[in-house]
């Protein structure tokens, strides 16, 4: 028998604020443990919590991208739990009027062997993801296991920290399906400048949700929560091995426990780490301490005039206007920065198409031959447009703009500095250029007779000698015409004299 996977996603993103959800405390990663804590974040009694406006932005706009309808009046609610790296003994939250709720985010899903049927739609190569809600909270601090002291040390620090919870339905069937998720919304998260996404530093975090059912069967399976999965190869292979595992229980009679299980990296196994709590074991209560939050149309129109385009509008844009194929406008957009240094690329050189192929071709084989993450690019914005113009106005050759690229790519070099630093331009000076194919007319006689005496293919191995001559400098097409213009007066002189 046949099954499928069935995944719902819950991603916890860190926002790029300068100070914490209710107090001003830096949100700065790193730092000495608990250097960055007060009385609101450490929970101390009687502290009062206030709303850092930028959160709410920050979450409005993120609301709107994801096309979630805005809930106009929000609140917070109380999640209370006890647990050593939370001081206040519960977690600010939202649960009976979440920011956002009802959105969707389209992803790409190519068709492949083995994805589960059932799914193809007018446009197979895109799949809806429904948004079920969107909301604001505190993170909790952080602890650090010391196997050689045999303790655990608690860093508060992160107390406080501004997080979005995303909870999608379970709409996923594959791991694919999933990373590609995670990856759009990475992606367009960076564009809004709401979060780095930085996954290895966890200010991007998912929590799978996963059952499985025979093909065919309507009804959900009993699900299993994998928390806190900080890389799309964790998330993949933490889905496969769950389903696998649920699975061979379910073909064998059994049931799936309702728990929550842990991932081990190392082992690529998961394991039983809890029963799941009921909303009702987290004793949700409003929060007294924070007043309702009222949203006007006003606030929302003008944080959606601040959005930026987000991705899958450029792609659409750089398609239908720039005319640039799909597969180039899925890849100029997959990266913020790649995108920045694509729009101002066309822009310097006037043309999409030549700024598209160059970092299609050029950058991305460099990146991928040092390893280079787009966000670590040293290029300058305007290096690469610079070098097209010149290669275009014949100022520099191929080569010497590949040459440049390697030296704006490798080290943040200006081009026209570089180019006059290792002297890379061409020859265009029409004197110099006469004086040099005088110059090898005078040394390849022999060649130069053959081809005035009809010997047409002679003129290539003459073109060569003075490209030589130039040391490869000469703007081609100039020297190609110089030397045209020189034989046929040589030509001319010759048939005069007959
Ligand atoms: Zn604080």
Redesign the pocket.
């Known amino acids: 028998m046949e099954f499928e996977t069935i995944v719902g996603l819950e991603v916890h993103v860190e926002l790029k604020t300068e ?2 959800i ?4 830096p949100t700065r990663f790193g730092g000495a443990p608990n250097a ?7 929970g101390l009694p009687g502290a009062l919590p206030r709303l850092n406006k930028k959160v709410l932005d920050y979450a409005v706009m993120t609301s709107l991208a994801l096309h979630c309808e805005v809930t106009k009046k929000s609140r917070f609610d109380r999640k209370n739990y006890f647990y050593p790296d939370l001081p206040k003994g519960y977690q600010i939250s939202q649960l009976y009027a979440p920011i956002g709720r009802n959105g969707y985010m389209d992803i790409d899903v190519r068709p492949e062997a083995g994805r589960s049927p059932g799914e193809a739609s007018s446009d197979a190569s895109k799949k809806r993801i429904r948004i079920h809600e969107l909301h604001m909270e505190d993170d909790a601090g952080k602890l650090i296991h010391d196997e050689a002291e045999n303790s655990t040390k608690i860093d508060f620090s992160r ?2 920290v501004p997080l979005l919870e995303i909870v999608t339905e379970p709409d996923f069937r594959s791991d694919e399906e999933v990373t590609a998720f995670l990856s759009e919304l990475r992606t367009m998260l960076k564009f809004i400048g709401v979060s780095d996404c930085k996954m290895q530093e966890g200010s991007l975090r998912a929590d799978v949700n996963l059952s499985v059912r025979p093909i065919g069967e309507t009804a959900l399976g009993t699900r299993t929560e994998m928390k806190n999965l900080s890389s799309f190869r964790a998330v993949s292979k933490a889905i496969g091995y769950e389903a696998k595992r649920q699975w061979e229980i379910v073909r064998c009679g059994g049931t799936i426990d309702r728990e929550t299980r842990r991932w081990d990296e190392e082992k690529e196994m998961s394991f039983s780490m809890r029963k799941k709590e009921d909303a009702a074991e987290y004793k949700y209560f409003p929060e007294p301490d924070l007043p309702v939050l009222r949203i006007t149309d006003e606030k929302i129109d003008e944080l959606r005039s601040v959005l930026p385009e987000l991705p899958q509008e450029k792609r659409k844009r750089y398609i239908e206007e720039l005319h640039l194929p799909e597969y180039d406008a899925g890849i100029l957009t997959a990266n913020k920065e790649i995108t920045v240094l694509f729009e101002k690329t066309a822009e310097i050189c006037g043309d999409p198409k030549d700024a598209s192929n160059w970092i299609m071709v050029d950058l991305m084989k460099l990146l991928n031959d040092t390893s280079t993450l787009p966000e670590d690019l040293k290029i300058r914005e305007d290096s690469l447009g610079e070098i097209i113009v010149m290669f275009k106005e014949g100022k520099v050759s191929r080569a010497a703009g590949k040459e440049l690229l390697r030296a704006a790519f490798a080290e943040g070099a200006v081009p026209k500095e570089y180019a006059d630093a290792k002297d890379l331009w061409l020859i265009t000076d029409r004197g110099s250029l006469e004086e040099a194919v005088g110059k090898i007319l005078g040394n390849n006689g022999k060649a130069r007779d053959e081809y005035l005496a009809g010997k047409t293919k002679n003129f290539q191995f003459l073109l060569g000698q003075a490209m030589r001559e130039t040391k490869g400098k000469a703007d081609p097409a100039l020297l190609r015409s110089v030397l045209e213009e020189k034989l046929a007066q040589l030509s001319h002189d010759k048939t005069d004299k007959m």
């Not at 209710?22 to 405390?25: R, V, W």
């Not at 960055?36 to 450490?42: D, F, L, Q």
């Open positions: 100070s914490k209710f107090c001003s405390c960055h804590i007060c009385e609101v974040c450490a107390c406080g």
